[in-house]
């Protein structure tokens, strides 16, 4: 069986077809950490764990490998993420580099290599025409790699370079029997809030909303990736109770700052120490309805509507039920579950479903140490199933955008009774569901109160008839400890304590934000990738602590090609704060300003501001670089590149972003004197597959 390899500097994809015919892909996260050898237990029980975690182990150090050590870097800011290519190549400064990727590449193989001696192509760049690297020894190296490949029952694979941007004309332009020029960038991301959950953003798809600078929901219309080499910068944070929390970025990076009382786009290369940062607190929403619940009556034939008031005691049994509730189809009924001791909890479900619905509910022993409380009703149990249920996962029935403050506090009261716990020195709530993570966090933030998160990883937990459990997803915690937060959880929520505080207070609310301090401030070198996010309107996206604007970079792999066949490839190895330095230096305004501005132009209109025009003629000029090379490229080809009918243009990745990007280029096209006709310029329809699907498209046309 052929198979097609991709082999990004931030993604390694392995393309094979099922026995559909249908694609199927295998992905791998191209990093590592390195852990001290000496850190034994923590070494063997990654290795032992239910789902291990790749380890490689030397005198004086082990590494963690793959996706999964990208979250263990996300998890443990001590711990750096490295990463064995730079500039679509692999990185000579990482002594490990050769070993990791090699690792990782067989691991993909196993079980996707199904004959002895199965054909393979793998991707690889062309060298930059404005920039030294070196794409022959990067293909000398996965060469080896490759062909050293042996699974365990011994089968190897005859492996073939194909260069990236002939990949995807093979994954792209079929019909015009893969005659055409392929244009690509590469990829990777951070963890941010959306609708569904806080996700990793190389999660994130189109479709997705994210909270912006502006507190409210905003779709998601396109995903940029981007390849990134330039300067870092990490920034700590001052959070709860003395906790530090790290984050990374590329210099082009613009966060949300509060300075000199005003908040802006600030790019890292300008941050400060004791600047303010935050996340928005959700607002500019409409009030929610009231509910109506259709009810048969005791006649058959009869239904009854209740109109239920969304009011505080409907939000607070939200919260109880959220936390601890669950329905029951079976026996048609919403349920909530507390431990005998609870009785207080129990008597307060108890009423709020009275009053809020009107009906009666019982207490059943469930277990020796378990009370349920069941309120049956079939309208009720399928009202709740169909709003308090996504995917099987438990969300707001409810947007909280437009409640009272009151109501908010209603409803975190009930989460933070069934799933919380209020101590003397921390208010707190657990959970693996991130959506109700956000929740919790936002309706803290909504009633004025500040609260840090933070997540670990899943742990052992108890036994169930004598087996051993262990978790399986990761835990969050959002909490609050200082004095003013104690202050109003006494006079809004009810449930704060009113002994021992903190005395000094890390993060706070104002200005619709959750806000925050730079306590510290680190440069460096980094070579490795950058996401963006191109959103409705507001053009930025927020995580926790942090709001956060576009960021940019690139290496651009083109290939023509007739009938599959290479006439000529190049690379150019580029980055977007090029354009917002130029456009910088044209106008006299800051990079920062040009970074903000050109999220809103678009490049398929005249423009109608000095910025405006900067912004376009720096597009202009990125793109007819690239045209000039194309021309130069078919030029020297000559009679090569001869072609009766018009030619069509893959693009991939964040070349093609902005709005109108596509009309521009085929303007510069057309003013630009070429040896052959442009047809369409087409976009693939998943960049992230698109090269390992073209690599096993060429592996089979090898076979035929």
Known sequence: MPAGFDCGTYNLVCCTRDEKNNFVYDREVNAFIEIPIEDR?????????????????????????????????YTLSQ????????????????????????????????????????????SVPANAINEETDAEFHTKILESIFNAYESDD???????????????????????NYTGIGVSCLCPGTKIYTKNGIKNIENVVIGDEVITHKGRWKKVYNIINKDFKGKSTTVQLSGYSGDIENYKFVDNHELYVKRDDKWSWIGCDELKVEDIVGEPILSNGCRPKDITIQERTTCSKTYKNSNITIDENFCELIGYFLGDGSINLAEKCIQFDFANKETDNIDKVQSLIKKVFDKPSSQTIKSENCTRIKCYSKALTQWFKENCYENKIKKSPINIEGLKQQECAAMLRGLIMSDGRVAKDAVCFYNTNTNLIILTKQLFSKIGIAASMSYRNPRKGGKINGRQIYGKLVEWTVTTGAKDSFKKLNEILGCGNKGYVIERQRMWTEEDFCCSKIRNIQIDEYNGVVYDLQVEDDHSFSGPYLTISNCGAGMINVCFAMFGVPVFTFAIVNSGDWIDKMAAKATGESTTFINQEKTKVNLSIGPTSLVERAIQTQYKIMIEKTVAGIKKGLSEAGKKARSDKPVDIVIAGGTSSPVGFDVLFRDVIKQTELPIAIGNIVKPDDPLFSVAKGCLIAAENSLQ
């Open 41 to 73: 237990m923590v070494i063997q029980m990654m290795k032992t764990c239910d789902d291990p975690v790749p380890i490689i182990e030397r005198k004086t150090k082990a590494y963690a490998l793959g996706e999964k050590a990208v979250r263990m870097a």
């Open 79 to 122: 711990l750096e993420l490295k990463r064995p290519m730079k500039d679509g190549c692999v990185n000579p400064k990482e002594k490990e580099a050769f070993e990791v990727m090699s690792i990782m590449v067989h691991s993909l193989l196993e079980g996707n290599v199904k004959k002895d001696k199965d054909v393979l192509y793998y």
């Open 154 to 176: 011994g089968k190897k694979v005859k492996a073939f370079p194909i260069n990236e941007g002939l990949a995807l004309v093979y994954a792209e332009l079929k019909s015009t």
